[in-house]
């Protein structure tokens, strides 16, 4: 089996960092480029970071150079400072970054986005997930997968309070039987199930909803 260079998106955060940590022991990959804002040290040789300017990412195409692209960016509204800014993340970088590789001839994208994305949505937040889901379907990839997690659980950077208290009381409501696919995952689940995927053969366009993510 020849083994692949993967490139991870949002190589910090809560689903990108466990994300790095499985590809380096997974068979089918020779090498990780991790994009990110600031230098990040890593104890493998496989890995390669990339320092980038995101408001400036065509400078840095180079670094996309591979054959799966896993797009873990992601912020919040309190993070970002504003909606416009947000979606500078949450679209607008991961776009840019996803059309880069397609044209460095990456042949798998697998993206994080979240239960509920639609592009019709009345929350920014899952509207925003969804305008993502729908322009990235458009791309020339030859395989596209969409993992949509519900609350994530795990170790962040930034606190979030909303989550924490989120993380206490939905474990709970969603011991209820047909509340059970509502229930939280941890970053970490999400990443293995991602590095699964990325390994076996699968349709042009996947959708994993939340019961799809948890790793059997």
């Known amino acids: 089996m020849m083994k ?11 689903v990108g960092q466990s994300v790095v940590e499985h590809l380096v022991n997974a068979a089918h990959i020779e090498k990780v480029i991790s994009i990110t804002r600031s230098p990040v040290a890593y104890s493998s040789a496989n890995v390669v970071n990339h320092v980038v300017n995101f408001e400036r990412l065509a400078a840095y195409s180079a670094a996309f150079k591979g054959d799966i ?3 873990c960016l992601g912020t919040t509204l309190k993070q970002a400072g504003s909606l416009a800014a947000q979606r500078k993340v949450d679209i607008d970088y991961q776009f840019e970054a996803a059309k880069l590789a397609l044209n460095n001839g990456v042949s798998h994208y697998l993206l994080v986005s979240s239960s509920g994305a639609n592009e019709k949505s009345h929350s920014p937040y899952l509207k925003m997930k969804g305008e993502l889901e729908v322009k990235i379907g458009a791309l020339g990839f030859n395989r596209i997968s969409i ?3 519900s609350l994530l ?4 950077r930034h606190f979030r309070l909303g989550e924490k208290i989120a993380a206490y009381i939905l474990p709970v409501i969603c011991s209820i039987s047909f509340l059970r ?3 939280p995952i941890t970053g970490n689940e999400v990443a293995k199930k991602m590095v699964l995927v990325s390994q076996e053969a699968g349709k042009r366009l996947e959708t994993f909803k939340l019961d799809e993510v948890f790793v059997k």
């Open 181 to 183: 696919r509502y229930r």
């Open 147 to 149: 993992f949509q997690p």
């Open 4 to 14: 692949k260079t993967a490139i991870v998106v949002g190589a910090t955060g809560l």
């Open 69 to 71: 692209l896993f797009s």
């Open 153 to 156: 659980l795990g170790e962040r």
